[in-house]
């Protein structure tokens, strides 16, 4: 019991971080694109998170496979695929020379993703309060038939 709540406070961290790597890619390409940024500094930025996000992500998903949690694992894998295809093919790295040309498309690409990491933030969220880490908190309070009087558990020495 205790494990499964500590293996999901590990894909809440895990997810906290895909979120925050594709919010910094999606706060750069908006920066280009209101020209704030030139070409090259936005594309080394964005280059410099790529690969950690692709392995961060590969590993929430290999965890997922490894502990037997199917659903999180079948969830996870079609973008595990994508970003695997994406560097297999050398196209995970935006170009400085042709940033322009698909700024739009790359924008949009992570704002899905961001989507989907936000669906996945919720239901680790709800695992997380199913995993017994909420019941565990519950219980310092002294759950039972009598009424709870919060002072008296703070105040016990």
């Not at 390409?29 to 410099?48: C, G, T, V």
């Not at 935006?94 to 700024?103: G, H, K, P, S």
């Not at 933030?121 to 997380?128: A, G, K, P």
Request: proline share 2%; net charge negative; charged share 15%.
């Amino acid at each position: 019991m205790a494990w499964e709540a500590i293996l999901w406070a590990i894909f809440f961290l895990m997810n906290i971080g895909l979120i925050a790597f594709n919010l910094y890619q999606i706060v750069c390409l908006s920066d280009l694109e209101a020209d704030y940024m030139n070409p090259f500094e936005s594309s080394s930025r964005i280059n410099a998170v790529v690969v950690p996000e692709f392995i961060l992500h590969g590993v929430l998903c290999v965890l997922s496979l490894l502990t037997g949690h199917w659903i999180m694992f079948l969830f996870t894998l079609p973008i595990t695929c994508y970003n695997g295809s994406l560097f297999l093919k050398r196209q995970h790295l935006i170009d400085v020379t042709e940033v322009f040309r698909f700024l739009s498309a790359e924008k949009k690409y992570r704002i899905i993703k961001l989507g989907f990491y936000l669906v996945l933030f919720v239901l680790v969220i709800i695992r997380v309060l199913s995993a017994g880490t909420f019941s565990a908190i519950l219980s310092v309070f002294h759950f039972n038939n009598e009424e709870l009087d919060v002072r008296s558990s703070f105040l016990e020495f």
